[in-house]
T-cell receptor, first 112, second 114 residues
Framework: GNSVTQMEGPVTLSEEAFLTINCTYT??????LFWYVQYPGEGLQLLLK?????DKGSNKGFEATYRKETTSFHLEKGSVQVSDSAVYFC???????????FGQGTRLTINP | NAGVTQTPKFQVLKTGQSMTLQCAQD?????MYWYRQDPGMGLRLIYY???????DKGEVPNGYNVSRLNKREFSLRLESAAPSQTSVYFC?????????????FGPGTRLTVT
């Protein structure tokens, strides 16, 4: 079945550091890939998405590239801020499938 | 637009009690979903409704029932709550069933069963 694996957390960085959160997936065909962010006490918000191979999703300084050859969708940001502290979820949705398949989430804490 | 709203925000139940979690969306979306979030496990789909008048089971449907009351509203019912149902419940909606459509999430209901 389809699955998503994210790097283990928690991740703690200093402000202005470079961020990478790894995400790899297993799926048949060509799924759409998503990064969701959950701020403390809130629901999930879509951060970015990519719907086909080599697409780059970007938003709020975050980027992720859909790599079919490595089945990956790693999240990156060049300079993180304290306000980026949250839990980040990688997810996929296969063609014709109703549900999103989520990774386990990575908790990110940014210290000033 | 309020987006996706859920009530209540918090609930404590005793084992065996029943309750209904309410969800409504004002984006005229066709599809609606119920997920549960447990520590270290991401979100798992309980039930979904692809369109008004239809409902289907997800990964973890046991112990739950749903009703798609109309296009806006999708409720989740626990008939006899168990401690294993302690979780955070999220409702979501999307415009359509194509994989590229994103899902919009509500703020969640934190349920504790003692």
């Amino acid at each position: 079945g389809n699955s998503v694996t994210q790097m283990e957390g928690p991740v703690t960085l200093s402000e202005e550091a470079f961020l990478t959160i790894n995400c790899t997936y297993t799926a048949t065909g060509y799924p759409s890939l998503f990064w969701y962010v959950q701020y403390p006490g809130e629901g999930l918000q879509l951060l970015l998405k990519a719907t086909k191979a080599d697409d780059k999703g970007s938003n709020k300084g975050f980027e992720a590239t859909y790599r079919k050859e490595t089945t990956s969708f790693h999240l990156e940001k060049g300079s993180v801020q304290v306000s980026d502290s949250a839990v980040y979820f990688c997810a996929l949705r296969s063609q014709g499938a109703q549900k999103l398949v989520f990774g386990q989430g990575t908790r990110l804490t940014i210290n000033p | 637009n309020a987006g996706v709203t859920q009530t209540p925000k918090f609930q404590v139940l005793k084992t065996g009690q029943s309750m209904t979690l309410q969800c409504a969306q004002d984006m005229n979306h066709n599809s609606m979903y119920w997920y549960r979030q447990d520590p270290g496990m991401g979100l798992r789909l309980i039930y979904y409704s692809a369109s008004e008048g239809t409902t289907d089971k997800g990964e973890v449907p046991n112990g739950y029932n749903v009703s798609r009351l109309n296009k806006r509203e999708f409720s989740l019912r626990l008939e006899s709550a168990a401690p294993s149902q302690t979780s955070v419940y999220f409702c979501a909606s999307s415009e359509g069933t194509t994989a590229a459509y994103e899902q919009y999430f509500g703020p969640g209901t934190r349920l504790t069963v003692t």
